[in-house]
């Protein structure tokens, strides 16, 4: 009986009723694998797989089947069990319910779980060479645990504030729609697409009561995101995110910066073209990140390029606004906007009409203080984990791969709950 339960314990099958043991050598007589047999009790058996009603027995399904286990020391492992079907008024011929491993699974609960710590913890070279399976597989397992774990949990609980946005995570126009809660900092939603149809599966999740707890939405200026928060969130205010305001800038002043190297490539100024291009980064950064070096750039360009030196403090002056914040920071905003429009540079000339079309979203961002730094670290992280998954090769996985890194969704390591 002692012998039993360790093995069980050993292979995570404590639920179930051990059989047998056996090794299995390979050519060499070398143990190859373990083998752990055991048979679901009684009160577990003839559950429908997918929501454990009880059901009518249908058929031996594939008869014995094996679900890889963590490994003993250096060996591989295996629980081996009858896969019986039963018929579920709601499912129809299924799988019948095992303790150890999740519906579909060739893997037991923790393998599955320690699969999914593991992408949450580390890297992917570490996890394949450790678990011994391929990438795709592990976005199979990770896409089952977080699926199930989403379905256990309210990941919904206390939201007042939320960051709205869009990351791209694919050539050819795929979009995500990504929902963060400001005040946690965590990850809540995630699916893919970009438009009012997907927006509105989030709010309908959500429920219209928690809705209306809703107050303040940061968001881009997309009118999808407006239109679906005006409709589905009667009480939140629509802020304009910081971040994005920024980045018309950055953008406008990128094409000053080329449009002034064009020139001077084509009036043949080789040095000037050349001093430019290297000029990007001291453009882009903020001026206290800026090293020795792109300091000398910025000064060169300002005795030499008086058009793009503007631009540089155009670009500057909107991020002191969004620094500012507050009555300060609106103040500012109304100089800056003043200046925009008759700087004559008409990349500025249209980020001005941008910012005027939105402004009481820009305010409403200025006056609500709304941090950004959480929703920007989650995009951030975000968009790294849409490399890292790339080799899924499956939308779902991307997804389940956010929530367990980012949304809370993670399983503690087999064990040590
Ligand atoms: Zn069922």
Same mark, same amino acid.
């Given at each position: 009986? #002692?012998?039993? &339960?360790?093995?069980?314990?050993?292979?995570?099958?404590?639920?179930a009723i051990f059989e047998d043991v056996s090794v299995e050598e390979d050519e060499d007589g070398d143990a190859a694998a373990i083998v752990v047999s055991v048979r679901v009790r009684r009160r577990d058996g003839g559950r429908c797989g997918i929501c454990r009603r009880r059901g009518p027995g249908y058929d031996r399904g594939e008869g014995r089947r094996r679900w890889r286990a963590l490994d003993l020391g250096t060996i591989r492992s295996f629980v081996e069990a009858e896969a019986p079907r039963v018929r579920c008024g709601a499912h129809g011929v299924v799988v019948a319910w095992v303790p150890w491993a999740r519906?579909?699974? #060739?893997?037991? &609960?923790?393998?599955?779980d320690t699969a999914a710590w593991l992408v949450a913890h580390t890297a992917k070279s570490t996890l394949v060479a450790l678990l011994r399976i391929s990438?795709?597989?592990?976005?199979?397992?990770?896409?089952r645990v977080s699926t199930e774990a989403e379905a256990s949990r309210d990941g919904f609980a206390g939201l007042r504030r939320i960051g709205i946005d869009e990351i791209s995570y694919k050539r050819g126009h795929?979009?995500?729609?990504?929902?963060?809660?400001?005040?946690?900092g965590r990850l809540v939603w995630i699916a893919i697409g970009r438009d009012e149809a997907t927006l509105h599966s989030f709010?309908?999740?959500?429920?219209?009561? #928690?809705?209306?707890?809703?107050?303040?939405?940061?968001?881009d200026a997309a009118a999808w995101i407006a239109n679906v928060v005006a409709e589905r969130c009667p009480h939140a205010t629509i802020c304009m995110d910081p971040f994005h305001v920024c980045q018309w800038a950055s953008r406008a002043l990128d094409e000053v910066r080329r449009e002034v190297w064009n020139a001077a490539r084509r009036n043949g100024q080789r040095a000037i073209a050349i001093e430019l291009k290297g000029a990007r980064f001291a453009l882009w950064k903020n001026p206290e990140d800026l090293t020795e070096r792109q300091q000398d750039k910025l000064a060169l360009i300002e005795k030499t390029?008086?058009?793009?030196?503007r631009a540089y403090l155009l670009k500057e002056q909107l991020r002191q606004v969004f620094q500012l914040r507050g009555s300060a920071g609106i103040r500012l905003l109304d100089h800056w906007l003043a200046w925009a429009r008759r700087c004559r540079i008409p990349a500025f000339v249209k980020v001005a009409a941008s910012i005027t079309a939105t402004r009481s979203a820009i305010d409403a961002g200025l006056l609500h203080q709304l941090s950004n730094a959480r929703v920007e670290s989650v995009n951030t992280r975000l968009r790294l984990l849409t490399r890292i998954?790339?080799?899924?090769?499956?939308?779902?996985?991307?997804?389940?791969?956010a929530m367990l890194s980012l949304g809370g969704l993670c399983p503690p390591l087999p064990g040590r709950s």
């Open positions: 009986m #002692r012998n039993a &339960r360790v093995w069980a314990g050993l292979l995570g099958v404590k639920e519906h579909g699974a #060739r893997s037991t &609960r923790s393998f599955d990438w795709r597989t592990v976005g199979r397992i990770i896409t795929r979009y995500l729609t990504v929902v963060v809660d400001h005040d946690s709010f309908d999740r959500l429920g219209a009561e #928690r809705c209306l707890a809703i107050t303040l939405v940061s968001a390029n008086h058009r793009l030196y998954a790339f080799g899924f090769r499956s939308a779902p996985a991307l997804i389940a791969l």
